[in-house]
Every structure is written in C-alpha cells, then in structure tokens.
C-alpha cells in the first residue's frame, strides 16, 4: 500500500532563518506531488506541484521554493523565513490519470517567531 | 472557471442530529468530486468521493450524491456523533487535468455531547 511521510511535525523557526520540509512517497512511482499551506482557520492553498523529477510548477509568489530530486521526494525550502511563512504545510500525491483523488501526508506546523 | 462553494461553518450540532453540509460546483465537463476530513492538528483524509452523474459516495456513514442537474455534492449523516467534529472540505478533480484539485474553503464542525 502507499504511504506519504512528511517530516517535522512541529517546527518553531526565528524570522531570517531557512526552513526545508520534506516529503516522501512509498509504495507507488512517478506520482504527481503537491505542497499546500493553510493559514489558521482558513482553507487550503496550493503552493506548488510536481509532475515528475525536476518538474516544479509554482502557483502563487511567494518567498518559499519547492525541488523534486527524486522521484518520490518533494522538498520545500527558504532561504530566509519571514512571520508571513507561519501556517500548516501539507505535502500530498496522486496517481496520474483522470479526475483522481490526492491522499495527504499529516503536516507540518510551522511557527515562525 | 472552475470553482467550489461550500457553506460557511462553524456548524454546531447536537449528538445524534442530522448533519448537512452543502457543497456546489463549477466545471466545464465532468468533474469527480470529493469529500475530505481534517480532524484537528492533522492532515486531510479523503472521506468520500463520487466520479459521474448519480453516484452516491458513502463511508463512515456520510453520504453525498453528484448532482449534474442542480451541480450539488451536499454532504450528509444521519447521526452525527462528538468524533465527527472535524473540518470538511469539498473538492473537485477536473476531467482531463489532474494536477490540481479545486477546492472549497471549508466548514467546521463541531459536535456537541
């Protein structure tokens, strides 16, 4: 069966500081990745997704970036974290094909002080 | 352009009343759509989910029905219990890109003993 795990859970990061999430996938190959933030209480919004190695597509500016190195990992990184960043990431897959689910990792809560 | 609406919570419930949470869809073609839970401090599990015209999703004893003619994916359950307390996303995959879902902003659910 396919398992996504996303690591830290928690994370509490001083303002200027870089931050890298990380994100693997087992049990399927060449799945399309996405990172998603959501702001306390409010919905979710796609950062960024991925359709294969090295395939980013960015959705909205912002000070974060997202690599795929290998086929089943999907980082997100900063070079410099601003208060802004504060919020719960979520890294999710789904198979390719059409109208399909996507199956979530358990987030990561980012503070930044 | 494509687009969910969800109705907007906090929704507060009694043990054992019924539970409805409406969802309703833009798309060109036919979408699938679907239904996620988040329960608190955790990631989005898919719930349920329905991909043509008529097909009733169901788990955990919640329902929903896609409706083309009124373009509605409303969530329900009979009896709702304190552990269904979560947030509830609907969304939708669109025919032919499955590289985003659309997704509505989400209703809180709270249910009380």
């Known amino acids: 069966s396919q398992t996504i795990h996303q690591w830290p859970a928690t994370l509490v990061q001083p303002v200027g500081s870089p931050l890298s999430l990380e994100c693997t996938v087992e049990?399927?190959?060449?799945?399309?990745l996405y990172w998603y933030r959501q702001a306390a209480g409010r919905g979710l919004q796609l950062l960024f997704y991925?359709?294969?190695?090295?395939?980013i597509s960015s959705e909205v500016p912002q000070n974060l970036s997202a690599s795929r190195p290998q086929d089943r990992q999907f980082i997100l990184s900063s070079k410099k974290l601003l208060l802004s960043d504060s919020g719960f990431y979520l890294c999710?897959?789904?198979?390719?094909?059409?109208?399909?689910?996507?199956?979530f990792g358990q987030g990561t809560r980012l503070t930044v002080v | 352009g494509n687009s969910v609406t969800q109705m907007e919570g906090p929704v507060t419930l009694s043990e054992e009343a019924f539970l409805t949470i409406n969802c309703t869809y833009t798309?060109?073609?036919?979408?699938?759509l679907f239904w996620y839970v988040q329960y608190p401090g955790e990631g989005l599990q898919l719930l349920l989910k329905?991909?043509?015209a008529d097909d009733k999703g169901s788990n955990k004893g919640f329902e929903a029905t896609y409706r083309k003619e009124t373009t509605s994916f409303h969530l329900e359950k009979g009896s709702v219990q304190v552990s269904d307390s979560a947030v509830y996303f609907c969304?939708?995959?669109?025919?032919?890109?499955?590289?985003?879902?659309?997704w509505g902003l989400g209703t809180s659910l709270a249910v009380n003993p």
């Open positions: 969304a939708l995959a669109r025919a032919g890109n499955n590289r985003k879902l659309i």
């Open positions: 049990g399927t190959s060449n799945p399309n």
């Open positions: 798309a060109t073609g036919y979408p699938s």
């Open positions: 329905a991909t043509k």
């Open positions: 999710a897959w789904s198979v390719k094909g059409a109208n399909t689910e996507a199956f």
């Open positions: 991925s359709v294969g190695i090295g395939q």
